[in-house]
């Protein structure tokens, strides 16, 4: 419990002891606690050091420890100003990083990443250098599966970062994901929005850091590169936004918003279909979105079609952006 406040198991064990036995003696808390009088000796000796116990009065040494709500207080605060001094320095080394990157070749301000393990890690560590906002592109293959990474950021989220992020049909299409974790997301607070194609997969941080994992050979990523700010940067960023806005939103289409549905919006499973008609997926993906049969799925497409009184795919998202469903 204490060992983020720098206590040894030890002498937190002899801590809760002292409180269980006040004014022992070094023998007796070494007999209470099992451990040899030179061990209780040199746990009593820090627990005085940090301010958790006190010798009483009298020529025999006995010990009371101080009250957790008095002694543990003043080492949080010490903790606290260490972990705020270490976030300054941190943010001291980052300028040096970067006024020396932008005075050596350009080729610094790109690192490549090799290796699952440390992609992995580094990908896992994005969402916590975030501000403000964080914006990615969001296609397959995955090193993470895109269930992993939910619980973090629904934690970003609830702590003011925003999240905006593009799905390719093919990661809308990817089994489960539509009815799982984009639909967790969204719950969550993140913004989808669903594009045909992606040029790549992307994450950026802010507007001062960027992750590209690379394809090395086919379904896996081999590599990824992190991209410090330059001009290659604010071009990720520009062209991030550029999708964003060609990008149809999706959630309107699963069913989010009560006041749209009471209006007359479809129910949840045309829901899922508009918004793998709007992504742009076939009747197999569409199928595989919704985990039912492919005869089943072109049923509700046709379904869908003949109430909205169109022809084909696209007057029926025409048909639907009038509605206000899109």
């Known amino acids: 419990m204490f060992k983020a406040l720098g206590l040894s198991p030890s002498e937190e064990d002899l801590y809760t002891v002292l409180i269980h036995s006040p004014r022992s003696t070094v023998t007796e808390l070494a007999a209470y606690g099992s451990v040899s009088s030179q061990q209780a000796t040199r746990d009593l000796q820090k627990l005085v050091r940090h301010g ?24 949080l605060a010490k903790r606290e100003d260490e972990l705020r001094q270490a976030r300054l320095g941190t943010s ?57 990474n939910i619980n973090q950021e629904a934690t970003r989220i609830r702590e003011g ?12 299409m990817w089994p489960g994901r539509l009815e799982g974790d984009i639909r967790d997301a969204l719950a969550a607070g993140e913004q989808v929005r669903v594009r045909p194609d992606l040029p790549t997969k992307l994450w950026i941080v802010d507007d001062k850091m960027a992750m590209i994992p690379i394809n090395t050979r086919q379904n896996a990523v081999g590599a990824s590169f992190i991209v410090r700010p330059c001009d290659l940067l604010d071009s990720l960023i520009s062209m991030f936004e550029a999708e964003w806005d060609r990008a149809i939103p999706l959630r309107s289409f699963l069913g989010e918003d009560p006041a749209g549905a009471a209006a007359g919006e479809p129910d949840e499973t045309r829901t899922a279909v508009l918004s793998c008609l ?28 003949q109430d909205l009184n169109v022809s084909s795919r696209f007057q029926a998202g025409m048909e639907a952006r009038q509605r206000g469903w899109v």
Request: aromatic fraction near 4%; include cysteine.
């Open 278 to 305: 709007a992504a742009g997926l076939t009747d197999e993906g569409i199928a595989r979105s919704l985990g039912c049969s492919l005869r089943t799925a072109q049923r509700h497409i046709r379904r869908l079609m």
């Open 92 to 148: 001291d080394l980052m300028k040096a990083f970067h006024e020396a990157s932008r005075e050596h070749h350009p080729a610094e301000l790109v690192e490549i990443i090799t290796g699952e393990s440390n992609i992995r890690s580094r990908t896992d560590q994005l969402p916590g250098a975030a501000q403000h906002q964080i914006r990615g592109f969001d296609r397959p293959p995955y090193v993470v599966s895109p269930e992993e």
């Open 161 to 172: 970062i925003t999240y905006r992020v593009v799905y390719s049909a093919q990661a809308v």
């Open 52 to 75: 958790l116990a006190n010798r009483l009065p009298g020529r025999q040494a006995r010990y009371i420890a101080v009250a957790p709500d008095i002694a543990v207080e003043p080492l």
